[in-house]
Nanobody, 120 residues
Framework: QVQLVESGGGLVQAGGSLRVSCAAS????????MGWYRQAPGKQRELVAI???????NYADSVKGRFTVSRDNAKNTVYLQMDSLKPEDTAVYYC??????????????WGQGTQVTVSS
């Protein structure tokens, strides 16, 4: 029903920057929220940042001031700009998109994940 394609992960040195993106396509009527989560080895998946349909945003305390979430509504794409990266930001980053399908039903989809590795 909805396909999510993530891109942009990789390896970067501490203090560097990366941008990941997630493009949604399919039977989308509306998107209520687009977010980024991450999961490090041995840890639970956690919210990193989320942007709502009214463009309000929420961030994990650990990334405030360093990460910026944004969206391009025309492209159904969400971005996560990550600056001043730290080794503890190393994780698989997953995008999540929630909204309504053309059929009127709600949806909640996850991307396949993209690895972000920050070396010290």
């Amino acid at each position: 029903q909805v396909q999510l394609v993530e891109s942009g992960g990789g390896l970067v040195q501490a203090g560097g920057s990366l941008r990941v993106s997630c493009a949604a396509s399919g039977s989308i009527f509306s998107i209520n929220a687009m977010g980024w989560y991450r999961q490090a080895p041995g840890k639970q998946r956690e919210l990193v940042a989320i942007i709502h349909s009214d463009d309000s945003t929420n961030y994990a305390d650990s990334v405030k001031g360093r990460f910026t979430v944004s969206r391009d509504n025309a492209k159904n794409t969400v971005y996560l700009q990550m600056d001043s990266l730290k080794p503890e930001d190393t994780a698989v980053y997953y995008c999540n998109v929630r909204g309504l399908l053309l059929q009127g039903t709600e949806y909640d989809y996850w991307g396949q994940g993209t690895q972000v590795t920050v070396s010290s």
